[in-house]
């Protein structure tokens, strides 16, 4: 029964479509070609992810060749002593920043939806902050708000306010880092806002103009529904934006408490001087959980207007 | 009637009543519609125009200030002489010139082998067959959701450990795997029509003529789309760079500025940080304001459809 059936069998089977000459070229075309990215991606996105947890378990300093196993101590360590004050700080920030730059952004985009001379040099010129080094910014605002010497420091004093301790105290730090933060943000807001705006049908705006819909009941009515898209998408890419924020910070404000966010707790605990490998990993995975949430909830919820094919 | 009615009507004696009273119906409208156009309209244009342009001013005149017209309690807009000390001062507390090669290096060579990644990664994804394709772009998708904040701890002790600190390989390693790039323009390369490039099967081009020959051309606009956007943030990129270096020999631009920024301890050195600031800003700006098409089109791309 058992004869060595491939002596004969062999040349009579048709070769599997794989084995197929143009199909083995092409498979080691597609290595090649996508090979080293995907390579690179595994190694310095994935990778570390998964390092991320590993290192998360030990009491490690970074640059020591030895470690010791941990559990969860530091995930622990995190919940008992700073972790209300970095994860409410983290909140504070992202739902200023997120708020101000969506309300600001759509109000900017209102304005440059209109038949107006100059409102493409305007939507230009609002865009650009968006595309200019965060270190670059941070240093043109500190500049301004120097409580001493600073532009905005010296019109307030003019106009006889208070001149609040912006790089001294939390929450005048944390405030000061929101505006500039939404500064360089809201152009971004705006112009995706405005591609919003022109898909909005304008025969829906005038049968409503006609029915007797002033503009604040169409802005509510019909205008915010018809973007409700939009500002999901933007929602989501502001929130990531916000959570990822890390120039401003070490600019303006590198050793306030108030501006310490989860992620620049990450960079702090392990290159701010505590060399914390270990406990900085930690952090690193709850925030990339975050992420993940975040991202989760808009795959599931854009799935059918985002088309990623 | 209103009184704008009674005046429009006695100006316009001669006119038929029905024409008359349309007119001025038309004519208070277009007024109220004017003054609508510049309180809702160029008002807010103008002060939104100002809000951007008025700090980024404050940065070229402030580096052309002497310490003295800075450490003044007093508003001091426009520098009474006008000077370049604050940019030969910053050269010589950081190497200006030595950061701006740095900065150049890493963006070139680092954009050039990004481009070329997504590229070919993007035309295996999409004319390529390959087994458990599908798996594959996952892979690189999940990519946009690890930003180099959650990635810097592992990536610095690899990198260290293979003495890649203070060295140009050390900082344009880690970036290089690109989702950005891939992703956009496999969306271009999935629109194309099929028949371009199977003619071209036929005729026996290979796939790397296939790519550089007939597909790169037809799309050039999402090329450069992808390239511009690569290299602005290649120049801007700051959390990595800060990571891996520390002489100041390898530093990039934004890295060196935050060393002039923690040496400058005194008000008196603004001039020479907004020198700085002009350095790093002034060239990313001077690209947007003759390619923000493509600038704006590529940060924006995936938003709306």
Known sequence: MSQPASHTAAPLRRRPLWLSPRRRRDFWVFLLFAGPNIALIIVFCWRPVFQNIQYSLLNWTLGNPSAFFVGAANYLEFFRTEAGHVLWTTLVFTVITVGASLVLGLMLSLVLNRRLIGNTVARAAVFAPFVLSGVGVGLVWVFIFDPVVGVLSIILRMVNLPVPPWFLQPGPALAMICIVFVWKNLGYCAVIYLAGLQSVPADLMEAAQIDGAGPLRRFFRITLPMLSPTTFFLLITTILNSLQSFDLIRIMTPTNPGTTTLMYDVYLQAFGGYNRGGYSAALATILFVILVIVTLVQVRFVEKKVHYA | ?305
């Open chain 2, 1 to 305: 009637m209103s009184t704008l009615d009674d005046e429009l009507n006695g100006e316009r004696v001669r006119m038929p009543r029905r024409t008359r009273t349309a007119a001025a119906t038309r004519s208070r409208a277009s007024g109220r519609k004017a003054a609508g156009t510049i309180l809702g309209g160029y008002l807010p244009l103008i002060v939104a125009t100002l809000i951007v342009a008025l700090p980024l001013i404050w940065m070229v005149l402030g580096s052309l200030k002497s310490p003295g017209e800075v450490v003044t309690r007093d508003l001091v807009i426009f520098p009474h002489h006008p000077t370049l000390d604050a940019y030969t001062q910053a050269n010589h507390e950081v190497d200006f010139a030595r950061l701006f090669l740095n900065s150049t290096i890493v963006t070139v060579i680092g954009s050039a082998i990004k481009l070329l990644l997504a590229l070919t990664t993007a035309y295996a994804l999409v004319f390529v067959r390959f087994p458990f394709k599908q798996l594959i772009f996952p892979i690189i998708l999940v990519a946009l959701m690890v930003p180099a904040q959650v990635s810097i701890v592992p990536n610095y002790t690899l990198i260290a450990g293979l003495g890649g600190v203070n060295t140009y390989w050390g900082i344009i390693l880690p970036g290089l795997g690109t989702a950005f790039g891939t992703f956009l323009l496999r969306q271009q390369f999935l629109a194309l029509p099929t028949e371009i490039l199977e003619a071209a099967e036929v005729d026996g081009a290979s796939h790397f003529s296939r790519l550089f020959r007939v597909v790169v051309p037809i799309t050039t606009p999402t090329i450069a789309t992808v390239a511009l956007v690569t290299i602005v943030n290649e120049w801007n990129d700051y959390l990595w760079p800060l990571v891996i270096t520390n002489s100041a020999h390898m530093m990039t631009l934004p890295v060196g500025l935050t060393l002039l920024h923690n040496s400058e301890g005194d008000v008196s050195s603004y001039p020479v940080l907004m020198a700085g600031a002009v350095v790093v800003i002034i060239p990313v700006l001077i690209l947007f304001a003759f390619l923000q098409r493509y600038i704006v089109a590529g940060l924006t791309q995936g938003a709306v459809r």
